[in-house]
């Protein structure tokens, strides 16, 4: 019988699905002439953010923009750690106006320590924090240069990993952290990195949850744990077993809609990590 794990209550910013569509191509999942249901993207998203209500995290919400319809996927906005922002600068023109309204609102909530990147920075979509090191994804979007300038400003110790199938563009398509800490977890697709890459990960993790093709393929690795429950796609049942094998509580959730822009729950949810 496994130890329960622990969760840990978690502080997330969301971005309403309201003026989310297809509406331009900048990843292998984005097709302009594949119909996106509006009313069923927002359930999907709302139901995501319930559920980390009912988990007992605390969700702050952005006021989306007209013209801006991948606002909703607020983890490429800026990275933060305690009282430090890092914010955005992205590779598509079509969305390089986020970053300025997610600026503003860490302004207006007080972040008096909110650096705004040089070089191309698409935030958690290739950051991802195990609680001692930054885990920074290159190849399709985020410029190398900015995982040294991610670690001059947050002042933490960033590994980099480099990314090699455009199906799996940002960091958080093919890698997520479990765990926390000490006794960091992480998820992962090895196929998604280049060699050297792999063998970093292979040396830092050897007890990594290794997914399945069938799972990443659905965007499986795009999930969020607090610890304890990770949420996931519906799709990503293979995944979903192997991680109740190790004492985690899957939730699996349909984001059938967002998964049409490149998205899934962790693409929505930028966790303000303390
Ligand atoms: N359509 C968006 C893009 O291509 C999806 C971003 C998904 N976000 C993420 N963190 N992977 O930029």
């Known amino acids: 019988m496994l130890a329960p794990l622990q969760a840990t209550t978690r502080h997330y910013v969301m971005c309403t699905p309201k003026y989310f569509t297809v509406a331009y191509s900048i990843n292998p999942w984005m097709d302009p002439g594949t119909p996106v249901d509006a009313d069923l993207a927002m359930a999907?998203?709302?139901a995501l953010k319930r559920t980390y209500e009912r988990l007992g995290h605390v969700v702050e919400v952005v006021e989306p923009q007209p013209g801006l319809p991948d606002?909703?996927?607020a983890a490429n906005s800026a990275t933060v750690i305690d009282d430090r922002v890092l914010g955005a600068r992205f590779r598509a023109p079509q969305r390089a106006a986020e970053a300025e309204h997610f600026r503003r609102w860490f302004v207006t909530r007080g972040y008096r320590n909110l650096v705004m990147p040089s070089r191309i920075n698409e935030a958690e979509g290739d950051f991802a924090w195990t609680g001692r090191v930054l885990l920074a994804g290159s190849g399709f979007r985020t410029d190398p240069e900015a995982h040294a300038e991610a670690q001059e400003v947050l002042g933490v110790p960033v590994v980099s990993l480099r990314l090699v199938d455009p199906r799996y563009y940002h960091l958080d398509t093919a890698l997520f952290v479990l765990e926390r800490g000490e006794r960091a977890q992480i998820a992962y697709f090895p196929e998604a990195f280049s060699a050297g890459s792999r063998r970093v990960l292979e040396r830092m993790f050897p007890d990594a949850v290794i997914a399945e093709q069938a799972d990443a393929a659905c965007l499986g690795l795009n999930g969020v744990s607090d610890g304890r429950h990770?949420?996931?796609?519906?799709e990503a049942t293979g995944l979903a077993a192997q991680l109740a094998g190790c004492g985690y509580e899957p939730i699996l959730l349909d984001v059938s809609e967002l998964r049409k822009s490149g998205g899934g729950?962790?693409?929505?949810?930028m966790e303000l990590h303390a």
């Open 71 to 73: 606002m909703v996927f």
């Open 265 to 269: 729950p962790k693409c929505c949810t």
């Open 230 to 234: 990770v949420v996931l796609p519906l």
């Open 44 to 46: 999907q998203w709302e």
